[in-house]
């Protein structure tokens, strides 16, 4: 079985600033990973996945993610936030073709 | 380009009510799964379909029930609603029942049981 742990709830951030959202998984067997955006009353997003090859991806909004093996982590990362960033943001895993996602994490850029 | 298309976007029923609820997904998507997200929650899995044939299940309860159909579209029956039953519910799409392939959400459809 697959689990994901998104370790803050809540990110408040100043915008320009740099963030990471942190994200770690738990699994007995190769996964992929995601990371979804959720802006208010909307659905989910795709934001970036690693399926396999280089360990770094990004999205086309200048947010990365890192796959660490190692760690079993998969952290989201972005050099410099604006406010339109603001949302709650979902790790997730797959090995099956169903998603399991982390608990969230509310990205609140302030001005 | 086409995506998945849910609806009715807002239903609002009373206690032990049924509901239904419709999820359409990218033309040529086989595969479609059904999730809920409570109020400040992460969403949950329900149940997935492959090719019209239910190929997984998570937690959803017996009061519930779900087909995918000859046009691949997909239902979602909820009987006896209770208050915790609201919820957003979403369906998401992908082609091939694969970890590697990417599952597309609709907006979702929230429902209220007052």
């Known amino acids: 079985a697959q689990s994901v742990t998104q370790l803050d709830s809540q990110v408040p951030v100043f915008e320009e600033a740099p963030v990471e959202l942190r994200c770690n998984y738990s699994?007995?067997?190769?996964?992929?990973l995601f990371w979804y955006v959720q802006y208010p009353n909307q659905g989910l997003q795709l934001l970036l996945k690693y399926l396999s090859g280089s360990t770094l991806v990004e999205s086309i909004n200048g947010f990365e993610a890192e796959f660490n093996k190692s760690q079993t982590s998969f952290h989201l990362r972005k050099p410099s936030v604006h406010i339109s960033d603001t949302a709650e943001y979902f790790c997730?895993?797959?090995?099956?073709?169903?998603?399991?996602f982390g608990q969230g994490t509310t990205l609140q850029v302030k001005p | 380009a086409a995506g998945v298309i849910q609806s009715p976007r807002h239903l609002i029923k009373e206690k032990r009510e049924t509901a239904t609820l419709k999820c359409y997904p990218i033309?040529?998507?086989?595969?479609v799964y059904w999730y809920q997200q409570g109020p400040g929650q992460d969403p949950q899995f329900l149940i997935s379909?492959?090719?019209?044939?239910?190929?997984d299940k998570g937690s959803i309860p017996d009061r519930f029930s779900a087909q995918q159909f000859s046009d691949y579209h997909s239902e979602l029956n909820m009987s006896s609603l209770e208050l915790g039953d609201s919820a957003l519910y979403f369906c998401?799409?992908?082609?091939?029942?694969?970890?590697?392939?990417?599952?597309?959400f609709g907006a979702g459809s929230r429902l209220t049981v007052l």
């Open positions: 998401a799409s992908s082609l091939e029942r694969s970890g590697a392939n990417v599952l597309t």
């Open positions: 379909f492959y090719e019209k044939m239910q190929s």
């Open positions: 699994s007995s067997v190769s996964v992929y």
């Open positions: 997730a895993v797959s090995n099956t073709g169903k998603l399991i």
């Open positions: 033309p040529r998507h086989d595969t």
